[in-house]
T-cell receptor, first 115, second 116 residues
Framework: NAGVTQTPKFQVLKTGQSMTLQCAQD?????MSWYRQDPGMGLRLIHY???????DQGEVPNGYNVSRSTTEDFPLRLLSAAPSQTSVYFC??????????????FGSGTRLTVV | AQKITQTQPGMFVQEKEAVTLDCTYD???????LFWYKQPSSGEMIFLIY??????QNATEGRYSLNFQKARKSANLVISASQLGDSAMYFC?????????????FGQGTTLQVKP
């Protein structure tokens, strides 16, 4: 099925560990983004990409790295996990233009706990 | 700068009644789009409705309609004939088409509870 696939769905890390959250889409969307969702704060943009090889920082980029080597994949790396990074992470993708599909398609989310 | 504000952390509505969820926004881009998403307790983000800044008419999708008041920079979601399944978190979001960054910025969300 077409859509955005995020893995893993759940993860527990120890402080200081590193890990990569995977995100893949098969809709040939140009735009991809990573968000974190914390209670009472909505979804905050971490990093985004307008195409392969192009990434930029969002509202809360500290502690995270991204790369976009292909149109399909947009992994999010936590370099040294901290308890403040405990959150639910969403990956999303979209077309670049005001096409018939205006909205972003979201992955199912990754619930990350850092202890 | 791009900004979305939802001032109602929580709302209650009686089943079968209509409810309005508020959303105000700020942007300097004349070309933008406003989105509403629903997030049920299961966690997935469900796209509900879209309004473009140049659209002449308010958007409607089934029981959802968007009350778009451009001069007041508001884009309120109206849910008619509420159902128990409408209980969820609702997010308003905005995308500036002119900037071509694809950034979708969200408000803080409103939790809606539908009472039987």
């Amino acid at each position: 099925n077409a859509g955005v696939t995020q893995t893993p769905k759940f993860q527990v890390l120890k402080t200081g560990q590193s890990m990569t959250l995977q995100c893949a889409q098969d809709m040939n969307h140009e735009y991809m983004s990573w968000y974190r969702q914390d209670p009472g704060m909505g979804l905050r943009l971490i990093h985004y990409s307008v195409g392969a090889g192009i990434t930029d920082q969002g509202e809360v980029p500290n502690g995270y790295n991204v790369s976009r080597s292909t149109t399909e994949d947009f992994p999010l790396r936590l370099l040294s996990a901290a308890p403040s990074q405990t959150s639910v992470y969403f990956c999303a993708s979209s077309y670049s233009t005001q096409s018939k599909n205006y909205g972003y398609t979201f992955g199912s989310g990754t619930r990350l706990t850092v202890v | 700068a791009q900004k979305i504000t939802q001032t109602q952390p929580g709302m209650f509505v009686q089943e079968k009644e209509a409810v309005t969820l508020d959303c105000t926004y700020d942007t300097s881009d004349p070309s933008y789009g406003l989105f509403w998403y629903k997030q049920p307790s299961s966690g997935e983000m469900i796209f509900l409705i879209y309004q473009g800044s140049y659209d002449q008419q308010n958007a409607t999708e089934g029981r959802y309609s968007l009350n778009f008041q451009k001069a007041r920079k508001s884009a309120n979601l109206v849910i008619s004939a509420s159902q128990l399944g409408d209980s969820a978190m609702y997010f308003c979001a905005m995308r500036e088409w002119g900037s071509n960054t694809g950034k979708l910025i969200f408000g803080q969300g409103t939790t809606l509870q539908v009472k039987p």
